[in-house]
T-cell receptor
Framework: KAGVTQTPRYLIKTRGQQVTLSCSPI?????VSWYQQTPGQGLQFLFE???????NKGNFPGRFSGRQFSNSRSEMNVSTLELGDSALYLC????????????FGPGTRLTVL | QKEVEQDPGPLSVPEGAIVSLNCTYSNSAFQYFMWYRQYSRKGPELLMYTYSSGNKEDGRFTAQVDKSSKYISLFIRDSQPSDSATYLC????????????WGLGTSLAVNP
């Protein structure tokens, strides 16, 4: 089975712009979660989608949003980018709610200048 | 104080050494504990998962949880250069399956 894929792998944007990141989960997985990883804060949970519905949300401002399509693919959007949004954005998919079934993609490295 | 503390290292050991990686946590509501391994330019992959105090073994890896002292450890026996990676501990409370609290990760280098 193919793993979780994320596109693009690298992205450079300037402050004030918006960005959309894409995640294709493992075939058959209906849950997709997004995380932000930075050296100072580590991994932080952004949100989780299951069957096109947001099921869980972390403590991030409203500039961070996401959605899931009927084929389980997911996108996350960050509007009005700030320098502090520079991070590795990871997507993880899961076939169930079980905590030990998350499979991570390689991430999208976002740099905000 | 962060809810999960983890020494970032870097930790450098010779091949064959026993490696000990540790995390402490502050919230007694945390009920499950996980260790992930992250290679450079890759996403984390789950190594060990446990929800009880005590030891859990899987091959060369042993996860240890002491809920009374809020301390979790990962031991790697007979370490190999392929174990060189960043190791992340994560924990969470029941009912918040995805809202894991993560340590910052410990960078490990195993030298041949």
């Amino acid at each position: 089975k193919a793993g979780v894929t994320q596109t693009p792998r690298y992205l450079i944007k300037t402050r004030g712009q918006q960005v959309t990141l894409s995640c294709s989960p493992i075939s058959g997985h209906r849950s997709v979660s997004w995380y932000q990883q930075t050296p100072g804060q580590g991994l932080q949970f952004l949100f989780e989608y299951f069957s096109e519905t947001q099921r869980n949300k972390g403590n991030f401002p409203g500039r961070f949003s996401g959605r899931q399509f009927s084929n389980s693919r997911s996108e996350m959007n960050v509007s009005t980018l700030e320098l502090g949004d520079s991070a590795l954005y990871l997507c993880a998919s899961s076939p169930s709610e079980a905590i030990d079934t998350q499979y991570f993609g390689p991430g999208t490295r976002l740099t905000v200048l | 104080q962060k809810e999960v503390e983890q020494d970032p290292g870097p930790l450098s050991v010779p091949e064959g050494a026993i490696v000990s990686l540790n995390c402490t946590y502050s919230n007694s509501a945390f009920q499950y504990f996980m260790w992930y391994r992250q290679y450079s330019r890759k996403g984390p992959e789950l190594l060990m998962y446990t929800y009880s105090s005590g030891n859990k073994e899987d091959g060369r890896f042993t996860a240890q949880v002491d809920k009374s002292s809020k301390y979790i450890s990962l031991f790697i026996r007979d370490s190999q250069p392929s174990d060189s990676a960043t190791y992340l501990c994560a924990t969470g409370a029941a009912g918040n399956n995805r809202k894991l609290i993560w340590g910052l990760g410990t960078s490990l280098a195993v030298n041949p």
